[in-house]
């Protein structure tokens, strides 16, 4: 799916409409069933996710994985996981109809067992190019079960990112990224460094309504939370929001409802297991 929901909506009224006389329409009303539907198909591309994710994480553990011992997700916060699907939907559709191709390109670095880039192919990339540094053996189980789902999709590229993003960079120096996602090492030096090497693969030349996004996740944990302030200090680059979740889920992946973003919600998974984990996802963009 590449339509955001409001004009998946806005395009099925319109076809309900052209059958209907005038007479019916002015009594209907619209704004509200608009409003109502979209929440629906919200709803709709959450546990969709969900759902995969549940196939992904079974995959995971019938070979020997237990997912208690996965490192981290986004997935686990509800707000970070309709944000990121509605940043990707508005994105893709910002590009519609201009010069520039279609094609939608995700860079993140922090692969681990493939939630987060699980969430960008849903959500339509065309491409998700994952660095990441391979030390768990699920992050390779998940790349294959991930790349036989959404074949040519992805390319996860295993080593350190702080040699591979600038190695990727010098090999194929036309790669840009639509949308940039940090959430590999949480040191500051390792967060500086991938903030600054990933400026590299945007293509900063855009308007600024083509434009990239750049996502840093855990920007409430010092080590990134510093880079992230250091990045904004340099004038590299610049946070236009972010999203809080005060728990994270760990049972039955992911959710909590804490977090009401646009007032909607998603079914509680029963008997899900709370932390006291706060999660917040800083977005912004690149300066030039
Ligand atoms: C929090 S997890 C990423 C979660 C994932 N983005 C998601 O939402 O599903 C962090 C990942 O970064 C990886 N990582 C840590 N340091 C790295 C480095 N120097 N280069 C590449 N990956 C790294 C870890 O191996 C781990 O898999």
Request: glycine share 8%; proline share 3%.
């Amino acid at each position: 799916m590449d339509v955001s929901p409001e004009e998946t909506v806005a395009k099925a009224i319109e076809d309900i409409l052209a059958i209907l006389d005038f007479d019916v329409k002015a009594k209907l009303d619209i704004t509200g069933t608009k409003a109502a539907l979209t929440a629906m198909v919200k709803e709709a591309q959450v546990l969709q996710f969900k759902m995969v994710l549940k196939d992904l994480n079974a995959h995971l553990q019938a070979n020997g994985i237990d997912i208690a011992t996965l490192e981290g997700s986004t997935s686990s916060f509800l707000g970070s996981v309709r944000f990121m699907q509605a940043t990707a939907l508005r994105d893709w559709n910002t590009n519609k109809g201009s010069q520039i191709s279609p094609e939608k390109t995700v860079c993140e670095v922090g692969f681990n067992a493939g939630h987060s880039a699980l969430l960008w192919l849903l959500a339509g990339a065309s491409r998700v190019i994952s660095f990441e540094l391979g030390k768990h053996k699920y992050s390779q189980l998940a790349n294959e079960w991930l790349s036989a789902r959404f074949p040519g999709r992805l390319l996860v590229v295993m080593g350190d990112s702080l040699q591979t993003v600038p190695t990727f960079h010098t090999m194929f120096t036309h790669e840009k990224c639509d949308i940039v996602f940090v959430d590999g090492g949480h040191t500051s030096q390792q967060a500086w460094e991938d903030l600054t090497h990933f400026k590299e693969l945007v293509d900063l030349g855009r308007n600024a309504s083509n434009g990239h996004i750049l996502l840093v996740d855990d920007t409430n944990m010092p080590g990134v939370g510093e880079a992230w302030a250091q990045a904004q200090a340099q004038g590299i680059a610049v946070e236009d929001g972010h999203v809080l979740s005060h728990n994270a889920d760990v049972n039955d992946f992911p959710f909590s409802s804490d977090l009401r973003w646009i007032g909607n919600f998603v079914t509680e998974s029963p008997g899900a297991i709370r932390w006291p984990w706060p999660g917040k996802l800083s977005y912004g963009r690149y300066l030039p």
